[in-house]
């Protein structure tokens, strides 16, 4: 298990390098897109809230296939995975994630949806200057979270 997860803590603290960029390259792109009518901007901006979003999910499904041994299935396993994040599971785990950030992670969620089954050209720019604006705050509060979770493991894997 040591091993598992320590490898678990690294690829975390890797993810979270690759996230910070995604956010920087959203706020990047939003900038330019607010100076000029651009569909092509609205669409990468789209992308990248979608691509930080499609992240964020494939950390909680290693950390519920590695530390939790247990992933959600089913029509609603998106929203499962999330609210499995928030649950401390005594002896296993604390919880990785507040509930206030799994509630505005579940906005980017929602979101993510739409981006993978609407043409582009039915996007809605207020919407995504809103997640764009969202991004900021929640990206510091859950890449906290992370990085304690990250902690959690190492401490459990060098106490074994």
């Known amino acids: 298990m040591n091993g598992r997860y320590l490898t678990l803590a690294g690829r975390i603290r890797q993810e979270i390098g690759e996230l910070e960029r995604v956010v920087e390259r959203t706020?990047?792109?939003?900038?330019?897109a607010a100076t000029r009518a651009d569909d092509y901007l609205l669409d990468a901006t789209a992308l990248n809230l979608h691509g930080y979003y499609a992240r964020i999910e494939r950390l909680f499904e290693?950390?519920?296939?590695?530390?939790?041994q247990a992933k959600p299935t089913g029509a609603n396993w998106h929203q499962e995975l999330l609210r499995q994040m928030t649950v401390e599971i005594p002896g296993i785990r604390p919880a990785v994630l507040s509930e206030?950030?799994?509630n505005a992670l579940d906005e980017f969620r929602g979101f993510r949806h739409v981006v993978r089954n609407v043409y582009?050209?039915?996007l809605d720019?207020?919407?995504?200057?809103?997640?764009?604006?969202k991004l900021i705050v929640l990206s510091a509060g859950?890449?906290?979270?992370?990085?304690?979770?990250?902690?959690?493991?190492?401490?459990i894997a060098n106490e074994s």
């Open 27 to 32: 706020q990047r792109i939003w900038r330019e």
């Open 142 to 155: 859950v890449h906290a979270e992370l990085r304690t979770f990250t902690k959690f493991l190492e401490d």
């Open 125 to 133: 720019p207020v919407r995504i200057g809103l997640l764009v604006k």
């Open 120 to 122: 582009s050209y039915n």
């Open 100 to 102: 206030e950030n799994r």
């Open 62 to 68: 290693m950390i519920s296939d590695i530390v939790d």
